[in-house]
């Protein structure tokens, strides 16, 4: 059995940068696609990036377009989000998730329908 792990978030200022790290244990990610998903205070999940199993192709929110980037690396059974420029709307729990479908991490994961779910880490920006 599969299970993600995140790790990296923290309490940081407007501005500052942060790394998340999505590791998994009992098997390898490399047959996956993953992606990032946050829950902000009071809100619905929400989509943040997704990347190929083969890291060719990568997709983000509008929103974090331009300031966030995922990358993997299959090698260490992991994958990464670094965040920069956070502001107070970055404020969310992040989770990562893995699902054999692309389609699904850009369409589904906001619905929960994906393979395997991190508990997820928070990310607080203060201003």
């Known amino acids: 059995q599969v299970h993600l792990i995140e790790s990296g978030g923290g309490l940081v200022q407007a501005g500052d940068s942060l790394n998340l790290t999505c590791a998994a244990s009992?098997?390898?990610?490399?047959?996956?696609?993953m992606g990032w998903f946050r829950q902000p205070p009071g809100k619905e999940r929400e989509f943040v990036a997704g990347i190929s199993w083969s890291a060719d192709r990568s997709y983000y929110a509008d929103s974090v377009k331009g300031r966030f980037t995922i990358s993997r690396d299959n090698g260490k059974n992991s994958i990464h989000l670094q965040m920069n420029g956070l502001n107070s709307g970055d404020t969310a729990v992040y989770h990562c998730?893995?699902?054999?479908?692309?389609?699904?991490?850009?369409?589904?994961?906001?619905?929960?329908?994906?393979?395997?779910w991190g508990k997820g880490i928070l990310v607080t920006v203060s201003t």
């Open positions: 998730a893995a699902d054999t479908n692309i389609g699904k991490v850009l369409w589904v994961g906001v619905h929960g329908g994906m393979e395997l």
């Open positions: 009992g098997d390898t990610l490399s047959n996956y696609a």
